[in-house]
């Protein structure tokens, strides 16, 4: 099983588009999403300095970019894409390149997304002096009694012995003076609390442009920040890009899921290293792939090769899927079992875990196709458990 990761923000270094540049396919790829972005990324990317391109409204649609473009190098014919990659995630802002790549919006959508969203969160971080802090390794629960204790957001949940703190200034000094045992703190050179309450005001700016925004379901499993949850409607996955904003990033979730999925491969797009590293430590025996140059692209292709397989999750014009968002046990509706149409919304079931119940909607809604499962089945994150035949198509 091959996951393809897409790092957020500060994994970015000066000069780090310079050997990818160099072929003119990509960089002329690259320079129509610079259009579309209205940025010159490519100097950014080549010949800015790291104060430069650490700047929020700068950094944040330079990763996207790169990204996508770079998914065309991998993959030169999309479609095959889809026969090996059993899941996608990005890590904040990457969440949208990973979003364009399951084809939920496209590559120009995304990029007017994270343009307006780095500026808003440039703007949001503006209005009061935040920060936020690394904390390597100490006790979990003791961390985090120590961030409530202090006001603080843990922004960022990476996983074992990785949580980033936000929240203002006096906040986080306050804290960096009574820092819990054996932890090691880190300030990071970021713009502000991002991923806390201090974003709100972006939220509002993306939500309204999101309205306008439309959607397609994605072509394979995509790993939702918020909750690690396996997301199949695009109207959700694009509103989850708007409500993390403000909100942490629980990246140890992601994580667990992909273990839940059974993953044995996990390649990260430039610029990569951040990502994998964490999976390194927190999925032990599982292969990963940083894909930091062009002269890597032969071997991250065998790389997808041996590790992928389709994701399961298809859908033709004549019918849609509903998937589990989680593992757990299906139980299903009874009202949903005894019906031959849903309408959009309508209930099916719940997905029970160890940690909660989650209940399952079709969120289109339409004619009952064929049951996948049965009431009481063990599923795994993205599983098909109904296939409906939407009414009046497409």
């Known amino acids: 099983m091959l996951v393809i990761v897409a790092p957020g923000q500060g994994a970015q270094s ?22 579309v972005a209205g940025i010159d990324l490519a100097h950014y990317g080549t010949e800015a300095d790291a104060d430069t391109i650490r700047q929020t409204e700068i950094a944040q649609p330079l990763l996207v970019a790169t990204g996508l473009v770079t998914a065309l190098e991998l993959f030169p014919h999309p479609s095959d894409a889809f026969e090996q990659i059993g899941a996608v995630a990005g890590h904040s802002v990457g969440e949208i ?94 713009a502000g609390a991002f991923h806390t309450q201090h974003m709100q005001p972006a939220v509002g700016h993306l939500a309204a442009l999101a309205r306008s925004v439309s959607t397609h379901d994605p072509r394979t499993r995509v790993i939702s920040n918020r ?12 509103a989850r890009i708007v409500g993390q904003i403000a909100s942490p990033v629980r990246w140890d ?67 849609r899927m509903v998937v589990s968002p989680i593992k757990g046990t299906f139980h299903i509706s009874a009202e949903a079992e005894a019906l031959d149409v849903l309408a959009a919304g309508a209930a099916i079931g719940e997905v029970a875990s160890l940690r909660d119940r989650t209940s399952i909607t079709a969120a289109h809604g339409g004619e009952i196709v064929e049951w996948l499962v049965h009431d009481g089945d063990l599923v795994s994150p993205g599983q098909p458990l109904l296939r409906l035949h939407p009414e009046g198509g497409y």
């Open 253 to 319: 979730l992601c994580l667990e899921t992909m273990e839940d999925l059974g993953v044995t491969g996990i390649l990260e797009m430039p610029p990569a290293g951040t990502l994998t590293g964490i999976a390194k430590r927190a999925l032990k025996g599982v292969e990963t792939f940083a894909l930091k140059t062009p002269d890597q692209l032969d071997a991250a292709r065998e790389f997808c090769a041996k590790h992928g397989e389709a994701s399961g999750i298809n859908t033709t014009p004549t019918w």
């Open 14 to 35: 000066p000069g780090f588009l310079l050997p990818w540049l160099e072929d003119p396919t990509f960089a002329s790829r690259f320079s129509w999403l610079s259009t």
């Open 227 to 238: 909750d690690g949850q396996v997301i199949h409607d695009g109207r959700d996955v694009l």
């Open 97 to 190: 390149a990973a979003a364009a790549g399951a084809r939920v919006i496209t590559a120009e959508q995304a990029m007017v997304l994270v343009r307006e969203r780095g500026k808003a969160m440039a703007e949001a971080a503006a209005v009061t002096p935040t920060g936020m802090t690394a904390i390597l390794g100490g006790d979990r629960d003791e961390i985090l009694a120590a961030l409530e204790k202090h006001g603080l957001t843990p922004a960022n949940d990476n996983g074992p012995g990785q949580i980033v703190a936000a929240g203002t200034r006096e906040q986080l000094d306050a804290f960096a003076a009574d820092p819990p045992a054996k932890a090691r703190l880190m300030p990071l050179s970021v």
